[in-house]
Nanobody, 115 residues
Framework: QVQLVESGGGLVQAGGSLRLSCAASGIDFSRNTMGWYRQALGKQREFVARIISGGSTMYADSVKGRFIISRDKAKNTVSLQMNSLKPEDTSVYYC?????????WGQGTQVTVSS
């Protein structure tokens, strides 16, 4: 069974940085895609970043150049380094895992960026 547990959220001033981590179990990083999504209050959940089995990464245009997704296979964790944060980055951030035929989600971690 796949389990995802996020950590690292919090309150930060605009221009600051945060690092989110997702501890994963029941999934092989070398064979599956891991990602981060976010959902702001009153809005739909949106894609942020993903890292595929081969290690390639993809980013939403809104975070490209500011966020970096990475993984540590030894620790079974996926991280999201968020730099130059903006108030519009305020959301609940969710870790995501695609393990065919299912998609799995963590419980989410709140990120609040003050202006």
């Amino acid at each position: 069974q796949v389990q995802l547990v996020e950590s690292g959220g919090g309150l930060v001033q605009a221009g600051g940085s945060l690092r989110l981590s997702c501890a994963a179990s029941g999934i092989d990083f070398s064979r599956n895609t891991m990602g981060w999504y976010r959902q702001a209050l009153g809005k739909q959940r949106e894609f942020v970043a993903r890292i595929i089995s081969g290690g390639s990464t993809m980013y939403a245009d809104s975070v490209k150049g500011r966020f970096i997704i990475s993984r540590d296979k030894a620790k079974n964790t996926v991280s999201l380094q968020m730099n130059s944060l903006k108030p519009e980055d305020t959301s609940v951030y969710y870790c995501n895992a695609d393990k065919w035929p299912s998609t799995y989600w963590g419980q989410g971690t709140q990120v609040t960026v003050s202006s």
